[in-house]
């Protein structure tokens, strides 16, 4: 019974860890970006295509994950307190109010990472825990 006990404690654990680290959501641009960092302000005028530039006056290109996507909801409610779907109205307005375009769309992490990577001036977001040397972190979400 005492393994049985302990075994259920370190698979909560283990659980509750990996649920610490997904939580992370780190927001990435090109290595070669001289953007030392960006704002939680900065984004949110990115991502709902008030601003066209970061903050060093470099124009930006933003990427965004398919409506639906569990990162996508979480980056949305923690950056602009905003629900998914209310995100998805806001743009289906825009488009046709003022013509502005969406963030391009992007189909998982790794063409995340692949397409910030590859590309001057980008912006995109991604899980914690699959950052490496490929992209240069700009900012941390917890």
């Known amino acids: ?78 950056t602009l307190k905003m629900t998914d779907s209310e995100v998805s109205r806001y743009w289906a307005k825009r488009k046709f109010t003022r013509k502005l375009k969406p963030p391009k769309i992007i189909s998982d992490d790794k063409a995340m990472k692949q397409w910030v990577a590859s590309a001057p001036n980008t912006l995109g977001y991604i899980d914690g825990t699959l950052i490496d040397n490929s992209v240069k972190v700009l900012l941390i979400i917890p």
Do not use: C, H, W
């Not at 509750?16 to 990435?28: G, K, T």
């Not at 290595?31 to 295509?49: D, F």
């Not at 996507?69 to 409610?77: A, G």
């Open 1 to 78: 019974m005492k393994i049985f006990y302990r075994a259920f404690s370190i698979a909560i654990l283990l659980g509750m860890l990996a649920n610490i680290a997904q939580a992370e959501i780190v927001l990435i641009t090109n290595k070669a970006s001289k953007l030392p960092g960006i704002t939680l302000e900065e984004v949110g005028k990115l991502y709902l295509g008030k601003s066209k530039s970061f903050s060093n006056g470099e124009r930006a290109s933003v990427a965004d994950y398919s409506p639906g996507v569990d990162i996508r909801q979480q980056f949305y409610k923690k």
